[in-house]
């Protein structure tokens, strides 16, 4: 299996423009997690979902915050409209053998 | 509120000599704690875990203590090699409920 697939690993875009970031989770992991690091805050949970339905989205900051579980397979998190200090790694994760298997995370920079 | 805290931003120790990561917790209700390094550019990887029922794992280099009583968790890392240099991330959780991190250590191995 290929792990945990993100992109894009990188996104450089303007305030107010639309994010979308992607993950692909291990197949037959029945949860995904997405992760928000940064330095002051460290890893952040923002949404996590259990079989493709969200479970606790508790950490999302604000509604310009949204995040989608259309299938077993797919998974997106989108900010819009995006703002400065909405910059930081994003990491998307899914839970195996009593670990979290994560992806290599996608780095955003809004300008 | 952190419920998953971890107090030192960084850490330096000799190559060789013992790297001791701390990390404390408020929530009693945890019963699993995972250790996560954290590479520059990569994803969190999992480390080792222990279960509430246990006060002590160990995997080669690495052992992970529980102080339940103190709400209190440490990675050992003995003996400290060039490679461990990196961000430790302590997480925790309830059962199969969402994971909890901590804001990371960096630990740096001084040659």
């Known amino acids: 299996d290929a792990g945990v697939i993100q992109s894009p690993r990188h996104e450089v875009t303007e305030m107010g423009q639309e994010v979308t970031l992607r993950c692909k989770p291990i197949s037959g992991h029945n949860s995904l997690f997405w992760y928000r690091q940064t330095m002051m805050r460290g890893l952040e949970l923002l949404i996590y979902?259990?079989?493709?339905?969200?479970?606790?989205d508790s950490g999302m900051p604000e509604d310009r915050f949204s995040a989608k579980m259309p299938n077993a397979s797919f998974s997106t998190l989108k900010i819009q409209p995006s703002e400065p200090r909405d910059s930081a790694v994003y990491f998307c994760a899914t839970p195996g053998g009593g670990e979290l298997f994560f992806g290599e995370g996608s780095r955003l920079t809004v300008l | 509120d952190q419920q998953v805290k971890q107090n030192s931003p960084s850490l330096s120790v000799q190559e060789g000599r013992i790297s001791i990561l701390n990390c404390d917790y408020t929530n009693s209700m945890f019963d699993y704690f995972l250790w996560y390094k954290k590479y520059p550019a990569e994803g969190p990887t999992f480390l080792i875990s222990i279960s509430s029922i246990k006060d002590k794992n160990e995997d080669g280099r690495f052992t992970v203590f529980l102080n339940k009583s103190a709400k209190h968790l440490s990675l050992h890392i003995v003996p400290s090699q060039p490679g461990d240099s990196a961000v430790y991330f302590c997480a925790a959780s309830v059962g199969d409920d969402k994971i909890i991190f901590g804001k990371g250590t960096r630990l740096h191995i001084l040659p």
């Open positions: 979902f259990n079989n493709n339905v969200p479970i606790d």
